[in-house]
């Protein structure tokens, strides 16, 4: 319950208190200072309070409720004296709560003790003791070491921390204490633990039954109001966490209430003082006068109602029951009543209240009758697939080349001062003088600092010049210090330029060498022949004390940039240090360059605009401007962003991003009005002088969007009731600091200080002035933008006058009254229909952001802030999903995905899982059994689309970030978060928070647990957190090593050493870094819990025992002495994998042989497999035809004369990888590449390809036949690809013997491929099949593509009933047109200890078509009968093929109109 929350409760509505969330926590608010201690609640639109029952939509009773306490092994509590167990209770799956009590005794004072196992160290007991005829706590004065007061409601005491368990005792040394009643929290995880919702009670004597047997007894007559009775009820459900009650409960809970409220009658209440206490209205006295009276009837009832939607609005606007709304306008009533009975008028209290529109507001609400609840917007029926964008721009990487150049004089002037013994350089500038320039260097060399000074300008020249040892001071120098030739003068020295040369090329210098002094910089200005010379219209100023940038030469190549543009940026960065004016000039300068400099010019943009709104860059720098300069410079830079986006839909994405850093600007000479109506300020509310003189400095010199800031913070102080610490909070909170008010060129020396008479013409007009701030600042500023498209004119006296700004022409119908619902609901603490306001908003401005408006950039703008909204109004509403049903957080995705995807320039994916999402919905709503296990599928995808979206950002922003942050010095901290900051900046990050609240839930409904055990073998082994798998493959481990792996693809090998792969990732079950997991006996399992993996990684190098189960991994640390005698835990060089033999396969005279002259000296077993099974498998059952290049032809072809100079080549790449040089790989697979056809292999090829009825490529043309000779090479070159070589290297196999057949098959151009394993590969059951299944071909399912395939499971005495263990999260499908591929088919597969399978290549001759998947339309998903005849099929041809072989099959094959066909089976290793 949030602290606003409490105010709409009587002051004293309940009895005792309930169970508080943690007050500290954003989801748990804590008591509210009304309550005796809070209750978090789960409140929710269904929820109600109606007539005499409580309503709810479950139909689980409280005992229903309850979790049954498992067993679990845990200490036992053994308190010092005599003592009863009270009980235990079940905390979470591991943790068991133990209550013992000791009965006082003579000189002993009751004791309990509490005992919670396998605890963290972070508990706290949140506890109070409960007196008779008390209805608050109270809190003994007899108290634990460590306890603390919370709000003065309850007490908090620490447990003391005892191994694996946590202890704590209470002594009660008053007789009055009844009981003692308390909640656990584990403050590090900021969990609370409750009995069942409810507060845990300890009785210290007598029963509490027993207690109301006997009071009523004393009056069994008694009766209680129904009304009152209702009450009551209520707020046992509030304080019961509003659950949700089955009818039975309701009357229940009704009956409970009644007993209550008698039992308080029984003691000697009256009606009235019930009635006074609910309703908090003092009940009637004799005593009274009539006066009091006469004043409550005075309260008019237009005020309560609008008094009580105040308090109601202020509470978040939650959705009170009828009883509920009773107390609130009793609660107004009060409110009122106090104030006239404090004096006030009832004319005064009317104007007190009665303030802009909330009138209207109430009106609204009685008038549609809603009373205390939240209306909502109806959202308009839209086909998903009208929300997509498919503009993914094309990355050109700039390839960094330097042409050769001569370097100027200035920069070898540079080098040579950089090459001094000894010197550390400090500082390099370089000015502009008209075309020349002036390079000024800072160098520390033994112990001193020397300055020097180097230009290209002709002509006599004279540095004026002086020391400071603060800001704006001219200080003359020690006449030790000035150079010979130097005039003295009497606050400064004159020294001219020297002329010398340097490889023939002339300049002018001058060397100042200082020593001591602790001077801050050094200002200057040149003269030449009585010219001055100066810094636009400023004195040039070189800074000592500022931090050391790094030099060009430390900031790398900038590869993956577009660099030219970035050294370009780098070389203006002195001039736009100006003023936020020369900046937005000088990127509007270059805007048309990182335009032709595609994605990566306008990422350059971004960084170096970044960098400056994060205030890593310097703003403003010994120049005044004007503010309505700064504004036509952002008029000027945001109208260029404005075009690029109507002609680059390519980029939209980016130029979202780069318009979120810059202010709209003004029209009609708003920004002036900056300067103007600060005056006006001062003038109103009397505040010439102090921090508001100084502000008014400030902004007349060089205003900035800290201005912004600086207002925001001063209307919270003054709101605060002129708290200072309010203030410093806002300012500190927005990134402002003490240091950097005082850095300002006029800086902010002074904290404001008011009085109260000025606070509401403060508060007026700093609101009428933010106004102003933000339509120059704040261009994505909601309110602001808000304000420019729907149009206002001057408003305030003496602000914004004469500013008039035109609606927007062409908005939506409709669109006015939307806006005002998102302003008016913005700030609501339930943010659902805040939520579906900001998105339908969205929605109806995408077609006039897609086409050429007018007024694009305002929308723009627009589009922008109600974006930014909707990721502060989520985080906002975590709290209200922490109870909420999976439905809800459902929903929230779909409406977070939705606001993704009208974000983005490419959202095919992201609108498929929108899609994938509401279907989830649908089926839950219906109640479909499998609706969480198609839920976890596409929370899975979404997982992927986001660490894909991710990286791509990663790819693109962060090599700009990095060169350009080192050219111009920007802290590191900044460069290396600046990715991770503009993917939080965005909902993205968001809607990873969701998935993550949601997965638990799936798993469990689904069953899944938090593995998924791919290969289950006991191991033992030395924890090691590694960030990619394919790192590390080629490394050695010495000794038994479990990786913990944050990404695994599925083409990798598994280093030696290892003995289990963790991963949060997901690679298929039959994927090849699987298959080979399960072949080496290494444990590899998914770990879909963060705590758990998070466990392991801090746990780095401790020694755990890993022993899996079919659906869970039990680990634990072990000592290194469990190690011996483990089998297959101890790793040596001595047992490594022996070494396989291979004969060398010759040629055998034939470059192209039919499938029926296949045989081992041919070819490989994948080829002969095939064979094999033509004409055995059943009819219904298809085999691709095929033939095949034999063993041999490779090495006949590059021993062709036509071959000569590539076989050298190859023969010496060969040589240097004998010798350890393994970057020949690659090298080698280029020089294979190179070969050329010897005749007859064409022509052989040909004439069996005919023979076979497959079609020749040479057939549609000569390229047509390259095309199938490159796809061939293809095959051969992956004999040399680092997977396969490696693999052969680990069992010793001599790779010259290792000879490569091509098998050629005519492609299926499948709807489905799959992959069988006829023994369940996860859990060795002989009775069951193990497939999965794809979408298109099989490549997505064997190689390294994200996501998981459809898999399932049957039963071989039972084929027709397959059942599905995981739908599809794969984004990517594979197809391709009718074509023909060339299988790898070695001597090195299948071999007895050694399993080749998937190390080689299998090359179409036609690229494939990467197509994004819909699963929602895909019949296999949707259509069950469909699915279960195309699985059982899929079944049935494996159980046959391992039948005809007699042994477990390892199968590959498609499916194309229901028909299946078979490609190949192998062994299943």
């Not at 609008?306 to 009773?326: I, T």
């Not at 957190?1025 to 695994?1048: F, G, H, M």
């Not at 990888?1217 to 790989?1225: H, I, R, W």
Request: charged share 25%; proline share 4%; aromatic share 8%.
């Amino acid at each position: 319950m949030s602290n606003t929350v409490g105010h709409c409760l009587p002051q004293r509505a309940l009895c005792r208190p309930c169970a508080v969330g943690n007050p500290n926590s954003r989801s748990h608010q804590g008591s509210s200072p009304s309550l005796l201690c809070g209750i978090p609640t789960a409140s929710k639109a269904e929820h109600g309070f109606l007539g005499s029952k409580l309503s709810s939509s479950t139909t689980k009773s409280l005992n229903q409720r309850r979790r049954a306490v498992s067993m679990v092994p845990c200490a036992v509590l053994a308190p010092d004296r005599s003592s009863e167990l009270m009980g235990k209770f079940e905390l979470d799956s591991s943790s068991v709560l133990q209550v013992a009590v000791t009965a006082p005794s003579q000189g002993s004072p009751a004791q309990i003790d509490l005992l919670v196992t396998n605890s963290s160290s972070s508990l706290v007991l949140h506890w109070g003791a409960i007196c008779p005829r008390k209805e608050d706590w109270l809190l003994p004065s007899s108290r634990p070491d460590g306890t603390r007061t919370y709000k003065n409601k309850a007490l908090q005491t620490p447990f003391i921390k005892s191994g694996s368990n946590s202890l704590l005792k209470i002594e009660i040394d008053d007789p009055e204490i009844q009981a003692v009643e308390f909640l656990i929290v584990d403050e590090a995880r900021n969990k609370w633990f409750k009995n069942n919702g409810k507060n845990f009670q300890v009785q210290l004597s007598g029963s509490s039954k027993e207690n109301q047997n006997v009071s009523g007894n004393a009056n069994s007559n008694a009766t209680v109001p129904e009304d009152l009775v209702q009450i009551q009820a209520y707020l046992r459900w509030e304080r019961n966490g509003k659950q949700m009650y089955a009818p039975d409960q309701e009357k229940e809970e009704y009956e409970a209430a009644r007993a209550e409220l008698l039992e308080e009658i029984n003691r000697g209440a009256s009606v009235e003082q019930l009635r006074a206490r609910l309703t908090k209205k003092p009940e009637a006295k004799e005593s009274r006068t009539k006066k009091s009276a006469t004043v409550e009837s005075e309260i008019p009832e237009d005020l309560v109602q609008v008094q009580a939607y105040v308090r109601w609005e202020k509470a978040g606007k939650p959705n009170y029951p009828p009883e509920k709304q009773l107390i609130e306008f009793e609660e107004a009533r009060k409110e009122l009543q106090l104030e006239v009975e404090k004096g006030t008028s009832i004319v005064d209290l009317r104007k007190k209240i009665l303030k802009g529109n909330i009138q209207s507001k109430v009106s609204k609400q009685l008038k549609t009758k809603k009373y205390f609840s939240v209306e909502r917007i109806q959202r308009k029926e839209r086909d998903i697939m009208h929300l997509l964008n498919k503009h993914a721009p094309q990355t050109v990487e700039e390839k960094v080349y330097v042409s050769p150049k001569s370097p100027t004089v200035l920069e070898l002037f540079s080098k040579a001062i950089e090459e001094q013994e000894g010197s550390i350089i400090l500082k390099k500038e370089l000015f502009k003088l008209d075309d020349k320039g002036l390079l000024v260097t800072v160098v520390s060399a033994f112990g001193k600092t020397k300055v020097h000074f180097a230009t290209t300008h002709n002509g006599p020249l004279i540095l004026h010049w002086s020391l400071s040892g603060k800001a704006r001071e001219w200080k003359v120098p020690p006449p030790d210090t000035v150079p010979s030739g130097s005039t003295l003068l009497e606050k400064a020295c004159e020294t001219p330029f020297i002329e010398a040369s340097l490889a023939g090329l002339v300049y002018q210098s001058i060397e100042i060498e200082l020593d001591g002094g602790n001077y801050k910089g050094l200002p200057f200005v040149l003269r030449s022949n009585e010219i001055w010379i100066n810094f636009n219209g400023s004195d040039f100023f070189i800074d000592f004390s500022s931090e050391t940038k790094e030099s060009r030469k430390d900031a790398g190549d900038g590869r993956g940039t577009a660099k030219a543009l970035l050294d370009k940026i780098a070389e203006l960065e002195t001039e736009a240090q100006r003023s936020l004016m020369h900046r937005f000039n000088i990127v509007a300068d270059l805007a048309e360059e990182a335009k032709d400099a595609g994605q990566l010019g306008l990422a350059g943009l971004l960084v170096w605009l970044r960098f400056m709104s994060t205030r890593q860059l310097t703003w403003n720098k010994n120049y005044n401007v004007k503010p309505r300069e700064i504004s036509k410079a952002q008029d000027r830079l945001t109208d260029q962003l404005q075009n690029m986006y109507k002609t680059c839909p390519q980029y939209r994405e980016t130029l979202r991003m780069i318009m979120s850093t810059v202010g709209r600007g003004g029209e009609g000479d708003v920004g002036q009005r900056i300067r103007d109506e600060i005056l006006v300020i001062q003038r109103n509310n009397e505040c010439k002088g102090g921090m508001m003189e100084e502000w008014h400095q400030k902004l007349h010199n060089n205003t900035s969007p800290d201005d912004v800031v600086i207002c925001q913070a001063l209307i919270d102080y003054i709101k605060s009731d002129f708290d200072i610490n309010v203030y410093w909070d806002t300012l500190k909170t927005n990134g402002i600091t003490k240091e950097r008010l005082l850095s300002y060129d006029r800086a902010i020396h002074s904290e404001p200080k008011f009085n109260h008479n000025q606070k509401e013409s403060l508060l007026r007009d700093l609101g009428h002035y933010m106004r102003t701030l933000k339509a120059v600042h704040s261009g994505a500023d909601l309110e602001s933008s808000i304000a420019t498209c729907m149009g206002y004119r001057a408003e305030g006296q003496g602000f914004m006058v004469g500013v008039q700004i035109n609606p927007v022409k062409g908005l939506p119908s409709g669109f006015h009254n939307l806006l005002e619902f998102v302003l008016e609901h913005v700030e609501d603490k339930k943010v659902e229909p805040l939520l579906e306001g900001l998105l339908e908003a969205r929605a109806e401005l995408r077609p006039l952001l897609l086409n050429s408006h007018e007024r694009l950039k305002d929308i723009i703008f627009l589009d922008i802030a109600l974006d930014s909204t909707v990721r502060t109004a989520i985080e906002r509403g975590y709290e209200e999903l922490n109870s909420a049903e999976p439905e809800k957080k459902m929903y929230f995705i779909t409406l977070v995905l939705e606001n993704l995807a009208l974000s983005m320039d490419d959202n095919e994916d992201l609108i498929y899982c929108l899609k994938g999402w509401n279907h989830a919905l649908e089926m839950s709503k219906r109640k479909d059994d499998q609706w969480a296990l198609y839920a976890k599928a596409f929370l899975d995808r979404t997982r992927l689309a986001l660490a894909s979206k991710g990286e791509q950002y990663h790819h693109i922003l962060q090599p700009s970030a990095e060169y350009l942050g080192s050219l111009l010095g920007v802290d590191q901290w900044a460069v290396n978060i600046f990715t991770e900051e503009i993917i939080r900046s965005g909902s993205a990050a968001s809607l990873s928070t969701l998935l993550n609240r949601l997965d638990p839930t799936l798993r469990k409904v689904a069953h899944l647990g938090s593995w998924q055990v791919i290969s289950p073998v006991e191991v033992a082994g030395y924890v090691v957190v590694i960030d990619e798998l394919l790192s590390v493959q080629n490394i050695s481990y010495d000794r038994p090593t479990v990786l913990v792996a944050k990404s695994v693809k599925g083409e990798e090998e598994i280093p030696d050493g290892t003995v289990a792969v963790l991963t949060p990732d997901m690679p298929d079950v039959l994927s090849h870094v699987s298959v080979r997991a399960r072949n080496s006996k290494v444990c590899f399992a998914t770990c879909f819990d963060t705590n758990i993996l998070s466990e392991f990684q801090a746990n780095e190098g401790k020694l755990f025992r890993l022993k899996p189960t079919s659906a869970d991994i039990v680990y634990r640390v072990i000592e290194e002495s469990e190690l011996s005698g483990s089998s297959s835990l101890n790793i040596t060089d001595d047992q490594s994998s022996p070494a396989v033999n291979l004969v060398k396969k010759q040629f055998i005279g034939r470059y192209a042989i039919s499938a029926e002259e296949f045989t081992s000296e041919m070819v490989g077993a994948k080829s002969r497999n095939i064979s094999f099974l033509k004409g055995k498998v059943p009819q219904w059952v298809g085999i691709p035809t095929s033939i095949a290049l034999p063993f041999g032809v490779f090495e006949k072809v590059l021993s062709d004369d036509v071959n000569q100079e590539v076989a050298s080549n190859l023969q010496m790449l060969k040589k240097r990888l004998t010798q350890g040089e393994f970057s020949a790989l690659g090298e080698i697979r280029k020089t294979v590449l190179q070969l050329a056809p010897p005749s007859p292999l064409v022509e052989e090829l040909k004439e069996k390809m005919h023979g076979a009825g497959m079609p020749w490529p040479g057939d549609e043309g000569e390229s047509r036949w390259e095309q199938a000779w490159m796809a061939i090479k293809k095959v051969w070159a992956s004999k040399w690809n680092e997977r396969a070589y490696f693999s052969t290297r680990k069992v010793k196999l001599d790779h010259d013997y290792l000879c490569m057949a091509v098998l050629v098959q005519e492609i299926i151009n499948a709807d489905y491929a799959f992959v069988i394993h006829t023994t369940n590969p996860s859990t060795g059951d002989a009775s069951e099949i193990y497939a999965e299944v794809v979408k298109g071909l099989g490549e997505t399912l064997v190689g390294a593509y994200p996501g998981r395939a459809l898999s399932f499971i049957c039963k071989k005495n039972d084929l027709n009933s397959p059942k599905v263990l995981g739908y599809p999260s794969k984004p990517i499908g594979l197809f391709i047109r009718r074509s023909i591929i060339f299988r790898s088919d070695s001597n090195g597969e299948d071999l007895e200890g050694y399993a080749g399978a998937g190390l080689y290549d299998s090359v179409p001759m036609d690229e494939e078509e990467k197509v994004v998947l819909d699963y929602t339309s895909d019949r296999l998903i949707t259509d069950g009968s469909f699915r279960n005849s195309i699985l059982s099929s899929i079944a049935q041809a494996g159980s046959a093929i391992e039948e005809l072989y007699g042994s477990p099959q390892d199968i590959e094959g498609v499916v194309r109109d229901g028909k299946i066909f078979v490609v190949q089976t192998r062994p299943q290793m």
